[in-house]
């Protein structure tokens, strides 16, 4: 399943929220540089979806704040 994902860099504490419109808004503490970011959120899906980090592959927005994840 593809998930449309807004990422919130340098939150106050990972939180993984459900929006109206079906997507997701990810907050991550982690800093948005050299993928950290990334790696955060995948991390946070993983643990909010119950699956392993490997289930999860970034399909599109690397570097922007929308992303594009396939579970």
Known sequence: MKI???VIAHAKHNLVEIQPDG???VRVTAA???GKANIAVT???A???GCAKSNIKLISGATAKNKVFQI
């Open 32 to 34: 948005p540089t050299d």
């Open 23 to 25: 997507s997701y808004r």
């Open 47 to 49: 643990k909010f979806f």
């Open 4 to 6: 449309s994902v807004r």
């Open 43 to 45: 991390t946070a899906l």
